[in-house]
């Protein structure tokens, strides 16, 4: 099985290898960038092959300037955006511009690891449910699971 690639982007080097830790090495390679212009070179050098962005909304920075731009260069690339900002209208902006899920820090790395699961099981799943047996169905089951402990 190939690596998936995940670009993490935060400001704080410390944070990004700490979320590399968190979700375990063997399926996953990682690429990071700690601002807008290291995460857009990465993304025109290596977009066709990421799997997942992980990013930071930086609170000096660009805010949701990045998240547009992924989803403009691909738009199926799926995108977790990190925030330690209690604005709630965050979630509604970050939802409207396309990322599959917010999560506020101090993030749980156990949230964080079932939020990747879930994306992955989603990418996974056919366009309609399996069937067992008894004729009830059932989703694909996901070739790509974060190992719990890791």
């Known amino acids: ?35 807008f212009q290291e995460a857009i070179r990465i993304l025109g050098e290596h977009g066709e092959d990421l799997s ?3 990013t930071d909304i930086e609170p000096r920075g660009p805010g949701l300037a990045l998240l547009v731009a992924i989803k403009t260069y691909r738009d199926d690339l799926p995108v977790v955006v990190l925030t330690s900002l209690a604005d709630p209208s965050i979630n ?4 409207s511009r396309g990322a599959a899920r917010l999560l506020r820090k101090p993030i749980s790395f156990t949230e964080l690891r079932n939020v990747v699961r879930d994306i992955y099981e989603e990418e996974e799943r056919p ?5 067992d047996s008894a004729g009830r169905g059932l989703p694909k089951p996901a070739a790509h699971e974060v190992p719990a402990g890791s």
């Open 127 to 131: 366009a309609g449910p399996s069937e």
């Open 92 to 95: 509604a902006a970050a939802r």
């Open 1 to 35: 099985m190939r690596d998936q690639i995940v670009l993490l982007v935060d400001q704080d080097p410390s944070v990004a290898e700490a979320i590399a830790l968190a979700l375990g090495g063997g399926k996953f390679s990682f690429l990071f960038a700690q601002n």
């Open 52 to 54: 997942l962005v992980i």
